[in-house]
């Protein structure tokens, strides 16, 4: 957990120092703090993907096939995704944001951050999340790039005018990580240990 906490300030740091860049705004002592430039900032991002790639992959590889219907129903769990749930709806979610950062339409099948009705197995869900993460990598290589454009995103909170590449791919990591906790509580109440967490 104390690695996704350092991840979360990274991302945000990474996202205001974008902002600022953007804004022309300027670091009044430079001595101390010099501006990130568009490069950096890209392969910081890219570190930050594979880092959270690295955690999400393993531990989707991780759950048994059967498990992937399971949701926990002792406590206040009415109504949660189920651990397939939550993995195609942390892909569809990559992939709308993909989307916005490389200024195209969002994929149709994405649905409403749900994810193509047609993809229900281990297989096919691993599929789907190996390639939204391909997305967010795509997206990445714009950053620095004027053209193509950025799109709002409908599930961003950003608007028009304050979105940014690099934000749209920070909001996905943010969000990766808030249902990568979720899999792993799943993981171990089927008697997983989470890939990270192993010696």
Avoid: C
């Avoid at 490069?39 to 910081?44: F, M, R, T």
């Avoid at 993907?49 to 992959?57: D, P, S, V």
């Avoid at 290589?141 to 304050?162: C, D, Y």
């Amino acid at each position: 957990m104390q690695k996704v906490k350092w991840i979360t300030i990274l991302a945000m740091w990474l996202t205001a120092g974008n902002l600022l860049a953007q804004a022309g705004r300027q670091v009044v002592d430079t001595k101390d703090v010099a501006p990130l430039d568009a490069q950096q900032e890209k392969h910081a991002l890219q570190a930050l993907l594979r880092i959270a790639e690295k955690e999400i992959i393993p531990a989707v590889e991780a759950m048994p096939a059967d498990k992937f219907g399971f949701a926990p129903t002792d406590g206040e769990f009415k109504g949660v995704r189920t651990f397939g749930q939550i993995v195609k709806h942390l892909s569809a979610t990559n992939y709308i944001l993909a989307a916005a950062a490389l200024g195209e339409q969002p994929p149709a099948d994405a649905g409403d951050e749900l994810g193509p009705e047609t993809v229900r197995t281990k297989a096919e869900i691993l599929n789907y999340l190996n390639g939204s993460f391909a997305q967010l990598y795509r997206a990445t290589e714009t950053i620095g790039q004027m053209i193509p454009s950025v799109n709002a995103s409908p599930i961003s909170p950003l608007k028009q005018g304050e979105i940014t590449r690099s934000a749209l791919i920070v909001e996905s990591l943010m969000h990766a990580y808030d249902h990568y906790g979720q899999m792993v509580e799943y993981l171990r109440m089927n008697g997983v240990v989470p890939p990270a967490s192993r010696p």
